[in-house]
């Protein structure tokens, strides 16, 4: 059975409390049924896991702003230095700027990098030139290559050759996996090392009279005239080529 005389007191209860707080009683409120405590405790944690939720979400917004921020910085930075390296750059080029050779492979997980071989990256967006296939040899080689032979001659417009790799000489022995249009040359003895384009190489005179042997003499007297026009040897290197090829 239903206890009337509870309700009652419950209710009665109520009402002097609204007025011991100089509150208006609204008679309609007897009929409204107690609000349980488990209602209460829902309410209480819904509210808690929006608040979690809330300030989960702004902790990821600022991790994320960060991260991006630092990625940004270190594609700049690699940016900077590859577009005036034929837009190469490799590991230990990024390691002297600061950046981790791991942000290079994120980059190229990205598509913001190429990678062309070990340790060596370019960036997708650069301005191509004649010169690349050269810079990315030497970049792949590494450890003081320089272009050489008939290669030099083929950079530089010369002789008419057209060599199906690309000859790279070094002092010492490398060990790693090149692609096949790299062809290494091992000379011990010195010899006269410059820079073309930014490009270490054989000098053009040197590369001329290592041609004799595989190049007609016809097209190497031309190419010293065409190397002296261009600047790329003096008159008195042009001489000394002449009276060797003749």
């Given amino acids: 059975m239903v206890d009337f005389q509870s309700i009652l007191t419950v209710q009665s209860g109520r009402a002097l409390d609204w007025q011991s707080r100089g509150q208006r009683f609204d008679p309609a409120y007897l009929h409204q049924a107690p609000q349980s405590l488990a209602i209460t405790t829902i309410a209480g944690l819904v509210y808690f896991i929006k608040a979690c939720i809330t300030i989960f ?14 990625v940004i910085m270190n594609y700049n930075t690699i940016y900077e230095h590859a577009a005036d390296n034929f837009g190469l750059i490799t590991s230990s080029e990024a390691r002297t700027l600061g950046i ?3 942000e290079l492979v994120k980059l190229a997980h990205r598509g913001r990098l190429q990678r062309l071989g070990h340790g060596v990256y370019r960036i997708i967006h650069y301005i191509p030139t004649e010169y690349d296939k050269y810079a990315e040899a030497i970049a792949l080689v590494g450890g ?11 950079m530089h417009g010369l002789a008419l050759v057209n060599p199906p790799v690309i000859h790279v000489v070094v002092r010492s022995r490398v060990r790693k996996k090149l692609p096949p249009y790299i062809n290494i040359i091992y000379l011990k003895e010195d010899f006269n090392r410059v820079v073309y384009e930014g490009i270490p190489s054989q000098s053009v005179l040197d590369a001329i009279l290592a041609c004799r042997y595989t190049v ?19 008159e008195t290197e042009a001489k000394i080529a002449r009276n060797k090829l003749l």
């Fill in 57 to 70: 979400n702004e902790t990821v917004a600022k991790v994320y702003r960060y991260w991006y921020t630092f």
């Fill in 100 to 102: 981790p050779n791991v």
């Fill in 144 to 154: 003081g290559a320089a272009i050489y032979g008939e290669s030099v001659l083929a």
């Fill in 216 to 234: 007609m003499t016809d097209r190497l007297i031309e190419a010293v005239s065409e190397a002296e026009r261009q600047g790329l040897i003096s």
